[in-house]
T-cell receptor, first 111, second 111 residues
Framework: QKEVEQNSGPLSVPEGAIASLNCTYS??????FFWYRQYSGKSPELIMS????GDKEDGRFTAQLNKASQYVSLLIRDSQPSDSATYLC???????????FGEGTQLTVNP | DVKVTQSSRYLVKRTGEKVFLECVQD?????MFWYRQDPGLGLRLIYF???????EKGDIPEGYSVSREKKERFSLILESASTNQTSMYLC??????????FGSGTRLTVV
């Protein structure tokens, strides 16, 4: 079992729709959870962090965390073509500060 | 904003050469990391460091070494470059359990 798994892509949504990206993790003691966006040829950019159960909203982005189900998600409302990128889920496990990344989900928003 | 600077954006080296990839951060972060990113394999941790002169192996340290003589600088060394080390190399830094800030990456080609 992979430590961090993301829903297989690629994911394609029309402009204005909600894009839903999902991630599960294996270490029940994980403390911190992050979503990164990576445009083609660029380095990952942190867009959301979440540390406790529930929802966290930032503009059009909402991160959801359910520690009991070991599940993290990212919702992008009113998707725009500029949201087209690969989204990486990352988790800090119970000890240390090293991030473990999922393989990413490629999102395409069609005009 | 934290800035993480990688010295080269693109590098072409010959098989057997010793290669140095430099990374500098300007926010007094203790933790620094080197990843490589390959299509289909995601981000894989090579080495990391929690303090000056301290280093820890990541998931794929073979063929690499690191140096951290000053807090702000973390160098990745390819002792004898091989074609299977052709990749995108990403440096990151963080303070504690917060998300990483990545450098812009170095695309290394070994011929």
């Amino acid at each position: 079992q992979k430590e961090v798994e993301q829903n297989s892509g690629p994911l394609s949504v029309p402009e204005g729709a909600i894009a839903s990206l999902n991630c599960t993790y294996s270490d029940r003691g994980s403390q911190s959870f992050f979503w990164y966006r990576q445009y083609s040829g660029k380095s990952p950019e942190l867009i959301m962090s979440i540390y406790s159960n529930g929802d966290k909203e930032d503009g059009r982005f909402t991160a959801q965390l359910n520690k009991a189900s070991q599940y993290v998600s990212l919702l992008i409302r009113d998707s725009q073509p500029s949201d087209s990128a690969t989204y990486l889920c990352a988790v800090i496990k119970a000890s240390g500060s090293r991030l473990t990344f999922g393989e990413g989900t490629q999102l395409t928003v069609n005009p | 904003d934290v800035k993480v600077t990688q010295s080269s954006r693109y590098l072409v080296k010959r098989t057997g050469e010793k290669v140095f990839l430099e990374c500098v951060q300007d926010m007094d972060h203790e933790n620094m990391f080197w990843y490589r990113q390959d299509p289909g394999l995601g981000l894989r941790l090579i080495y990391f460091s929690y303090d000056v002169k301290m280093k820890e192996k990541g998931d794929i340290p073979e063929g690499y070494s690191v140096s951290r003589e000053k807090k702000e600088r973390f160098s990745l060394i390819l002792e004898s470059a091989s074609t299977n080390q052709t990749s995108m190399y990403l440096c990151a830094s963080t303070l504690g359990y917060y998300g990483y800030t990545f450098g812009s990456g170095t695309r290394l080609t070994v011929v």
